[in-house]
T-cell receptor, first 113, second 110 residues
Framework: NAGVTQTPKFQVLKTGQSMTLQCAQD?????MSWYRQDPGMGLRLIHY???????DQGEVPNGYNVSRSTTEDFPLRLLSAAPSQTSVYFC????????????FGQGTRLTVV | DAKTTQPNSMESNEEEPVHLPCNHS???????IHWYRQLPSQGPEYVIH???SNVNNRMASLAIAEDRKSSTLILHRATLRDAAVYYC???????????FGSGTKLNVKP
């Protein structure tokens, strides 16, 4: 049981490049989400999904796209990277009801130069 | 969406109890109170959650006020490994829009 797996762990991008951050979970969780964490700050919700084919925006969705074609995977796409997107990105998953715990990945540290 | 208020930082001595407070005056009847912690360079880790009654698990206890407008996370004997940022978060009946605040940074002194 691997939990929540994020790849890559580290990435450096040039401004304007695109990339996809991968997130996979093996717990059959309906709910998955993406957060970003800037230095010294709390986590901010980017996008979330309550099941395959269903996604919605969080607090800071601009510049990011998501899709959910399977229960297991929830990739986050940066279409045209900007220095302001330099951050640590965390993926989380859980069952959809609030009476449960969420599991987090170990993060992807992204630097845009 | 209901928000929470926590002190920015707290300090504790090793092997002493720690009480971390959280105010959530706009909590709704179906909101669960969750606590997570984040150790340096790691992803957040679940600690405990509850709805109305006090809760205990192997990591901590959660004391919820009768009016549910505040709660307290209790670490019974702090260790150096408990030094982390602790987040108090409200989740609705359905687990979506799970918002983190700025959390409380706990420093544990040997």
């Amino acid at each position: 049981n691997a939990g929540v797996t994020q790849t890559p762990k580290f990435q450096v991008l040039k401004t304007g490049q695109s990339m996809t951050l991968q997130c996979a979970q093996d717990m059959n969780h309906e709910y998955m989400s993406w957060y970003r964490q800037d230095p010294g700050m709390g986590l901010r919700l980017i996008h979330y999904s309550v099941g395959a084919g269903i996604t919605d925006q969080g607090e800071v969705p601009n510049g990011y796209n998501v899709s959910r074609s399977t229960t297991e995977d929830f990739p986050l796409r940066l279409l045209s990277a900007a220095p302001s997107q330099t951050s640590v990105y965390f993926c989380a998953s859980s069952y959809v009801v609030g009476d449960t715990e969420a599991f987090f990945g170990q993060g992807t540290r992204l630097t845009v130069v | 969406d209901a928000k929470t208020t926590q002190p920015n930082s707290m300090e504790s001595n090793e092997e002493e109890p720690v009480h971390l407070p959280c105010n959530h005056s706009t909590i709704s009847g179906t909101d669960y109170i969750h606590w997570y912690r984040q150790l340096p360079s790691q992803g957040p880790e679940y600690v405990i959650h509850g709805l109305t009654s006090n809760v205990n698990n192997r990591m901590a206890s959660l004391a919820i006020a009768e009016d549910r407008k505040s709660s307290t996370l209790i670490l019974h004997r702090a260790t150096l490994r408990d030094a982390a940022v602790y987040y108090c978060i409200l989740s609705g009946y359905n687990f979506n829009k799970f918002y983190f605040g700025s959390g409380t940074k706990l420093n544990v002194k040997p």
